[in-house]
């Protein structure tokens, strides 16, 4: 008889194949598909990011909730669903067990996702930038859960640092505090999600996937301790990010439009990154575009030189 664990967390056939004979698998969220990105280019997105995932050798996992079932791995119809259906929700961890109690349906955050790809078994996860801690957090407390959740998860989440609409300076400090770990790959700045960099330094720089796939043994060779997560900080490349004059215009338009409308919660990220979008005339979208695609390409060599370790 199935669990009510099983019924609830469900691997596609591909994908459980694939983690029964350890071959690599990627995770792939679905926020930055249904709330992240305008359609319908973020149909294609979705699509273009299995296929980076195959091309490396990897079976790609997208995670979404449909009607109140964790899904890991979609297929064609499902992507769709995520991409197009309107009042889809926003799904965070704390989220779950409500959707699935309301059979709802809904998209995975950064912490949704990474809770549920460790509980399926998956190991490496690719992402645009994380959540982390917003700007005017002194008046406002607005922390995302992807930092929480990631302080305990066993998963490796490569990403071009924490979206910049944020407090990265905060965020960096968090996350140490929570005891995530930071890597750099090939980079000795933080990156600052659709530009290069933030400016701000890192501690640890790893130069391969097999680098990154060492630092996971030793993870677990140290084992006892709270089961933290690996960011890998993967800058996006210079000649693809957004322009600096032009970002930093565009977003201080964005967080004062944000304030004029009382922009809260959940909403929030939405809101800036599509400001961001209209405000730079697209740029913005290619930028974080080509930093998903970069993540991406990277998490399957990770997850290809894990298989292998
Ligand atoms: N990366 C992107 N675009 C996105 C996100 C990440 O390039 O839209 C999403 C992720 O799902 C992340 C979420 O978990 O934004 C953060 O939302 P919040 O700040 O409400 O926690
Ligand atoms: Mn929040």
Known sequence: MRSVTDSLLQPSDEVAEALAGGAPVVALESTIISHGLPQPRNLEVARELEGVVRAAGAVPATIAVLDGVARIGLNEVELERIATESGLRKLGQRDLPVAAAMKASGATTVSATSFLAARAGIRVFATGG????????????????????????????????????????????????????????????????????????????????????????????????????????????????????????????????????????????????????????????????????????????????????
């Open 130 to 309: 994380l959540g982390g801690v917003h700007r005017g957090w002194t008046e406002d407390q607005d922390e995302s859960a992807d930092l929480d959740t990631l302080a305990r998860t066993r998963i490796t989440v490569v990403c071009a640092g924490v979206k910049s609409i944020l407090d990265v300076p905060a965020t960096l400090q968090r996350l140490e505090t929570r005891g995530v770990t930071v890597a750099g790959y090939r980079t000795d700045t933080f990156p600052g999600f659709y530009l290069n960099s933030s400016g701000l330094p890192i501690e640890w720089r790893i130069e391969t996937p097999e680098d990154a796939a060492a630092v996971m043994r030793g993870q677990d060779a140290l084992a006892g301790g709270p089961e933290t997560a690996l960011i890998v900080a993967n800058p996006v490349p210079e000649d693809q990010q957004l322009d600096p004059a032009l970002h930093d215009r565009v977003l201080a338009e964005a967080l004062a439009a944000a304030e004029r409308e009382g922009v809260k919660g959940q909403a929030i990220t939405p809101f800036l990154l599509s400001y961001l979008v209209k405000g730079t005339g697209g740029a913005s979208l290619e930028a974080n575009l080509a930093a998903v695609r970069g993540n991406t390409a990277l998490a399957a060599r990770i997850a290809v030189a894990w298989s292998r370790a």
